[in-house]
């Protein structure tokens, strides 16, 4: 089976998705990607050159499989003579009716950003198939697509929700998690030594970094004794949470910035102990499942998707309240000479790797495509 793949954003945890899915796929798939710049210029014109693009290519793929962040009207307007009879899924990474949109961004302030989860919406209606990466996405994405379509002056087609419900599935994310093994320490434990703290996310405001350093500056006050590392993606003028922490942590801190290889990431991965998280958004959570594969014991926020990344044995010990909640757990795990296996969580994420996803991702697309019938219509 032929699957055209189509990620106008080819960037972050999207860009490993697309290389993963190529990878482990049983199906011939052929991706046409653009660069992960200029989103909101993605989600308006990335349509209209990759509807030149694939039609270009000389044979018509058996489905498509595209991303939110291609219009997918436009693309299936413009290439009609070729996909009106072809399957078509889309895949939600994020959505922009629920991601919380930065304080300073312009469209905001004008209340036009409505518009960019409007696109997602009739993306959403003119596929046949809907996958989220997980559960709460799912329920996140319905939730604000009621209050969407109820902001609209008239014509509110709130009956649509229904149909857009009765042909989405929750599809976690596939993660290349076995390519962190090559990096594995013979010994990990090192008794003696100060645990080590890890944040592995990018270096934004939904992140919510002022909350993570609090904690640690909590850990200082208290005299107590460990070292963090700080990796993730960050923008060019370095956020003032990040250059404060680096000044008050001093010495704790092993290393703070983005590493440019996959090796020095893995390696740090492998050398923490503890992932204390503080995100106000997260729809599926990647730099969690890769640090819990490597050993770290998460503390989880008991919201978002979070829940769904650790077996329910573990949500007492993981999953923390409140910031209080939070101190009190890592000032314990400091002081504590016992500390819980992680075996169970590290065995519980590997259902996540792209040897277990991949095909369960096939098994959807060819039950998409021997469906009888599509189902672009807006009518229940």
């Known amino acids: 089976m032929h699957v055209l793949l189509l ?10 998705w697309v290389e993963g899915y190529v990878a482990y796929s049983r199906h011939e798939v ?38 939110d962040m291609l219009d997918l009207t436009t693309f299936l307007a413009l ?21 919380p949109w930065a304080a300073h961004d312009r469209d905001r ?12 919406y009739v993306s959403a209606l003119a596929a046949d198939a809907i996958f989220f990466n997980s559960a709460f996405h799912c329920e996140s994405f319905f939730a604000e697509l009621s209050r969407l379509l ?42 003696g030594h100060p645990p080590v703290i890890l944040w592995n996310h990018r270096w934004e405001y939904d992140k919510n970094p002022s909350e993570f350093f609090e904690a640690l500056y909590a850990l200082v006050q208290r005299g107590l ?36 290889t996959f090796e020095e990431y893995a390696r740090w991965l492998w050398h923490a102990d503890l992932l204390p998280v503080t995100s106000y958004h997260d ?32 949500y007492p010990m993981c999953l923390y309240r409140d910031f209080t909640d939070l101190v009190e757990r890592l000032s314990h795990l400091i002081t504590t000479a016992s500390w819980p296996t992680v075996t169970p969580l590290q065995s519980y994420v590997t259902r996540f790797d792209w040897h277990v996803m991949a095909p369960q991702y096939d098994d959807q697309l060819e039950k998409l495509c021997h469906s009888p019938g599509a189902s672009r219509t807006i009518a229940a």
């Not at 009609?80 to 994020?94: D, G, K, L, M, N």
């Not at 993606?233 to 801190?253: D, I, T």
């Not at 969690?288 to 998460?298: D, H, N, R, S």
């Open 150 to 191: 109820k902001h609209f002056p008239d014509y509110n087609e709130l009956d649509t929700i229904a149909v857009l419900r009765a042909k989405s599935a929750v599809l976690p994310l596939g993660l290349n998690l076995t390519r962190l093994d090559a990096f594995r320490p013979p010994v990990r434990n090192r008794p």
């Open 109 to 120: 302030a004008k209340g036009q950003d409505v518009h960019y989860g409007f696109i997602n």
């Open 283 to 314: 729809f599926f959570g990647s730099s969690v499942v890769e640090a819990i594969y490597c050993g770290c014991l998460p503390l989880l926020p008991e919201r978002l998707s979070y829940p769904e990344l650790i077996p329910r044995a573990y």
């Open 30 to 67: 052929t991706a046409l990607t653009l660069p992960g710049c200029f989103w909101k210029w993605r989600m308006h014109g990335g349509a209209v050159t990759l509807a030149r693009r694939s039609l270009a290519l000389e044979r018509v793929p058996d489905c498509i499989l595209a991303t």
């Open 79 to 99: 290439t009609r003579s070729r996909t009106w009879q072809v399957p078509t899924a889309v895949y939600f990474h994020e959505n922009q009716m629920s991601y």
């Open 7 to 16: 990620e106008p954003y080819l960037g972050g945890s999207h860009a490993a």
């Open 225 to 260: 004794d460990f070292r963090v590392v700080i990796l993730g993606e960050c923008p060019r003028e370095q956020p003032v949470e990040f250059l404060e922490a680096r000044a008050r942590l001093g010495e704790r801190v092993l290393h703070m910035g983005y590493v440019a």
